[in-house]
DNA sequence: CTAATAACCTACTAATTCAGTCGGGTAAAT
DNA sequence: ATTTACCCGACTGAATTAGTAGGTTATTAG
């Protein structure tokens, strides 16, 4: 099992499409802007996202990224598995060939495990995240975070051009 | 969350050792040649483990680590616990500072997650583990496995010495 | 007593992964 | 035409993993 800041990554972008898919394509700045992740590095994970088909790509000025489909039927599991290779909590993918070619001792309490936490990933739709209060909370501050630093580097911009 | 070899290694270590308990203290190399994991690896870990008081260690010919207390009251979570430094799937390790400062998007969410995993884990015993039917299995091949090399060893032993 | 055993300890290393940077593309809208 | 923003590949520092190497200390069997 690999979960790791890629993976959290991964969710909180995808969150945070989700959140703001009304207003059309959101840009990955924006994203980098709210959730403080380097644009290259998203580049790169919505790469993966694209390929497995979670979101769908605009081109162009007002362009960015759009669900693929419904929030409530994007799970986390599927966005953790497109970035990662696996969910998977064996040293062997489950392929029983753990110590040298035979099962190892503690392989089934590792699939036993996977199981567990893919499960309960599964269960977990975009749209159940949403609307979570505590994802909500958050969704606010950054809002009026970013629209602050955004007039902040607006007037930094100004300043710039008459000083 | 961090589950690789190592967590693995040591589940296994301990519960090779579980296994093994009634014929006195179990060296490291007979873990070492039974799981097929590295002496010097298996030192570095046995390290943690005994500092984290699961097991205790008698020195000298005839020695070996024992559990500190009964299969029944030793966990998984534990075990993973003292060689990785947590099992914790936030990347905050719960401080909510996952943003410069603030609470990212998906906190709640790994909290959540982390609690599940280590629900899971602290739920089962070496105990447990010692009594499904797959580990006994395993366990019994390794047994026999391993007399079978250590006489085969023994045998290139005295044939380097007779020849 | 001494030789063997096995825990204990420190330092080093190759390989991998993570998280991120950099530089240059290409497609589309204004 | 220019800007926007996706697209792509190569590269990098830092961290971690899994393991090596080489020694020291405690204990016991002979």
Redo the contacts between chains.
């Keep these: 099992?690999?979960?790791?800041?890629k993976g959290?990554y991964a969710?909180?972008a995808m969150?945070?499409l989700a959140l703001h898919t009304d207003s059309g394509p959101v840009s990955l700045s924006d994203i980098s802007n709210r959730?403080?992740i380097s644009l290259s590095y998203l580049e790169q994970l919505f790469a993966k996202l694209r390929k497995q088909s979670l979101v769908v790509s605009v081109r162009g000025p007002g362009g960015g990224y759009r669900l693929s489909r419904d929030r409530s039927d994007i799970f986390?599991a599927q966005i953790v598995d497109a970035v990662n290779e696996s969910v998977d909590?064996t040293?062997c993918k489950g392929r029983s060939d753990c110590?040298?070619g035979?099962?190892?001792?503690?392989?089934?309490?590792?699939c036993d495990?996977s199981d567990?936490?893919h499960d309960?990933?599964s269960e977990?739709s975009l749209e159940k995240?949403v609307k979570?209060q505590?994802?909500r909370q958050?969704?606010d501050?950054?809002d009026k975070d970013s629209k602050v630093s955004a007039s902040a580097s607006q007037e930094k911009i100004s300043a710039a051009l008459i000083g």
């Design positions: 099992m690999r979960l790791t800041t959290r969710v909180t969150l945070d959730q403080g986390v909590a040293g110590q040298g035979n099962t190892c001792l503690t392989h089934h309490l590792w495990l567990q936490i309960f990933l977990i995240l979570r505590d994802v958050v969704a501050r950054q």
